[in-house]
């Protein structure tokens, strides 16, 4: 549990948009995925977002997650900060009986992504770059097979449409639909084509809440790639300079 924060710097959107067009990928540090992206800041309706919005990971988890949200919302509330309608972000040091961390906090990322469906199914033979294509075979690894058990009937005719993903914020998102509270979040388009999100999109309408995160990670998100190159499109916001933490081993 979270005792205190101590703010280090409250940055405006200017220096956001700067540190997000810092952001790495995990396989690719050369590229900076967001370096001539398009970046704003929304306030968008809990209505917006169950209907509009898609998530990698469908569950999102009570203990450790939802709750600390929470926590935060009130500490930083204590400090005359709304983290639900951050205009920047805010650097700050968490203290607890454990230990003091230093982190970022920033509004919800959502990328906006040109995707292509084939019979109601993704097709991501068209987004992969050269790049990403030799990366596959230098680790032996192909498209993820479980990607054809994905249908998405809302897309019944084949081309390619404009998908919404959360990359960052999913439980912050989650506490204010709970809350019934409109918030701010960070739409990013025309990210770097040919390195797309990690984990394929799911619709919001199947967000669903568990107690505890299992110890081996969740297993309802479908990653793009085969292992071992599974995380290789992460995005690392840490390089960036945003310290929201790094990719989880599962």
């Not at 989650?174 to 025309?190: F, H, P, V, W, Y």
Request: hydrophobic residues 30%.
């Amino acid at each position: 549990m979270i005792k205190k924060i101590e703010i280090q710097n409250h940055f405006k959107q200017s220096e956001l948009q700067r540190r997000l067009k810092e952001v790495q990928l995990k396989g690719f540090p050369n590229i900076k995925i967001y370096k001539d992206a398009n970046i704003q800041i929304k306030n968008i309706t809990p209505e917006e977002i169950e209907k509009n919005l898609f998530v990698p990971q469908p569950t999102v988890y009570s203990v450790g997650f939802l709750d600390r949200i929470d926590e935060l919302a009130n500490l930083f509330s204590a400090k005359g900060i709304d983290i639900f309608k951050l205009n920047g972000g805010v650097d700050y040091t968490a203290y607890s009986d454990e230990e003091t961390t230093d982190w970022t906090i920033i509004p919800p990322v959502i990328e906006r992504a040109q995707i292509n469906f084939t019979n109601k199914h993704l097709n991501y033979n068209l987004h992969l770059s050269n790049e990403v294509r030799g990366y596959m075979e230098r680790t032996n690894c192909d498209l993820n097979p479980e990607l054809a058990n994905l249908s998405y009937p809302e897309y019944p005719n084949s081309g390619s449409h404009p998908i919404d993903i959360v990359c960052d914020g999913s439980h912050r998102i989650q506490s204010g639909i709970e809350k019934k509270i409109s918030q701010n979040i960070i739409l990013i388009a025309s990210s770097k084509s040919g390195f797309p999100y990690y984990a394929a999109p799911k619709p919001y309408s199947e967000v669903h809440i568990e107690n505890k995160r299992p110890p081996e990670g969740g297993n309802d998100k479908t990653h793009i790639l085969k292992s071992p190159a599974h995380k290789s499109l992460y995005r690392l916001f840490p390089t960036g300079g945003i310290l929201n933490g790094t990719v989880r081993p599962e």
